[in-house]
């Protein structure tokens, strides 16, 4: 089966995947090579009346709801799109940050539609491959031949917009999803070219087999890490230990060794728990440390590589002191910290809630019901109108509703419509009153015209999907 990489991007209309929207979608297939194979898919996602899009995100896009009505997909249409022409056999779905971004829009919205929300991205030969940390760790441990981008301040970044700049790669307009796509394409080009060696061993970290070849509990050892978790400073990139079996299975919680053991060592699992779960605020204080444990999932094509790949340019670059770190690590292997981490790692279940479109996370959907999802996927809006299949799952049951009203609202019956309506106005009586004073705010501090239409545009959005009577 011939391999091909799809690299993609989303524009949405918020941060959080359960509540808010796909906006636009763009992608491009390429061979191994990095060439393009066939045409761009560019497509808008039309939004549903009862989502009120974070204002601060279409002033970043500039896509309004109204211009995905006029020219968007519904949402069913889209993901039948990407079933047929982006998930096909062999496919390594890339992205930039998609791993903790942009694939768990995609897993809502399949899980939604009525599709499984995992197999596009195993099944089939099929796998994901996220470039933000493969860009992190070439600057980390193989810079040479890349002009790397600083912020004002002087920080290292690794935005795609500047990197490209930084490298005469085109990158017109930043934050449309095609242009980022083509952007991307020309990162990876460059990475290929000046560091060949590392981006195909970072390519074969999509295999959970191999990180686990770096990373396992049986002969634990040392690893470089690279993690957005880890300083800007420092490139994101450290020396991590196996300590102990993650929350869920196919999880290790690693250990920090910059840190000396001690003093966590003494410390009791509820402070090491309210250390781990401090808020922001207190995290900002002056003289916080965080918790320099965290959790690594072998499916998330972690950046991690044995030490023995550190010279001594990669350590002074990342201010590695070898030294320190033998000495942390023997403190560590003679400690008891492995038991208390397990503890505060632990996972004491998913927070409830009633939301059928939110329910992802609360178990697998079941092969007996496999059919009868497809089913619905195939149903037009007259088949659906008599359509009662008796799923198991009671979250399908409740969803089938949500699913008919965002894109077959004539296939609604009396009784069906009078529940979409009621779920609709109350999710727009939750959200309306922090929405209008984003606006509010908003509109006062907008210097362009561009910012002032969109902002209208959402006020008349708002306006026009209330409630009667509302």
Not at 96 to 117: A, G, I, K, M
Request: a negative charge.
């Amino acid at each position: 089966m011939d391999s091909s990489y799809f690299f993609y991007d989303l524009e949405t209309s918020g941060l959080d995947p359960r509540r808010q929207r796909i906006m636009q979608f763009a992608g491009q297939r390429t061979d191994m090579d990095l060439n393009p194979v066939g045409d761009p898919i560019n497509v808008l996602v039309r939004l549903t009346e009862e989502v009120l899009p974070d204002p601060s995100a279409i002033l970043v896009t500039g896509i309004t709801p109204q211009k995905t009505i006029e020219e968007g997909y519904a949402e069913a249409e889209f993901l039948q799109l990407l079933h047929d022409q982006v998930f096909t056999p062999g496919t390594i779905v890339t992205g930039f940050n998609n791993v903790r971004f942009d694939d768990e829009f995609l897993r809502y919205s399949l899980y939604r539609n009525f599709f499984d929300p995992y197999e596009w991205a195993w099944q089939d030969s099929r796998s994901r491959w996220d470039l933000l940390d493969v860009v992190r760790m070439t600057r980390a441990l193989r810079p040479q031949g890349i002009k790397w981008p600083f912020t004002e301040d002087g920080h290292p970044t690794n935005r795609l917009e500047l990197l490209s700049a930084q490298n005469g790669l085109d990158h017109a307009h930043a934050h449309d999803a095609l242009s980022d796509v083509l952007a991307l394409i020309g990162v990876a080009k460059l990475l290929k070219q000046k560091q060949p060696k590392m981006y195909d061993y970072l390519l074969k970290l999509r295999s959970k087999n191999e990180v686990a070849r770096v990373v396992n509990l049986d002969d634990p050892q040392p690893f470089i890490y690279t993690s957005g978790r880890y300083p800007k400073d420092t490139l994101h990139t450290t020396v991590a230990y196996p300590l102990a079996p993650g929350s869920t299975p196919g999880t290790v919680i690693v250990y920090d060794l910059r840190h000396d053991p001690t003093d966590w060592m003494a410390m009791s699992v509820e402070d090491l728990k309210t250390i781990r779960f401090a808020n922001y605020e207190k995290r900002q204080m002056e003289g916080f440390v965080p918790l320099p444990a965290k959790e690594l999932a072998y499916n998330r094509c972690p950046a991690v590589a044995p030490v023995g790949v550190l010279d001594k340019e990669a350590q002074d670059r990342l201010k590695l002191d070898m030294q320190l770190i033998a000495k942390n690590l023997a403190v560590l292997r003679r400690s008891d910290l492995a038991d208390k981490l397990r503890d505060v790692f632990a996972r004491g279940g998913f927070a409830k809630t009633d939301d059928p479109d939110a329910q992802l996370y609360n178990g697998f959907l079941t092969d007996v019901d496999k059919p009868k999802m497809s089913a619905v996927r195939a149903a037009d809006a007259t088949a659906l109108a008599d359509f009662t299949p008796d799923f198991k799952d009671e979250r399908l049951a409740n969803l089938l509703v949500r699913y008919k009203g965002r894109n077959f609202p004539q296939s609604l019956n009396e009784t069906e419509r009078a529940d979409w309506e009621a779920y609709r106005a109350a999710r727009l009586a939750q959200d309306l009153p922090k929405y209008m004073q984003q606006l509010t705010q908003l509109m006062a501090q907008a210097k362009t015209t561009e910012s002032l239409f969109a902002l209208s545009e959402l006020q008349l959005w708002a306006e026009s999907i209330a409630p009667e009577g509302e």
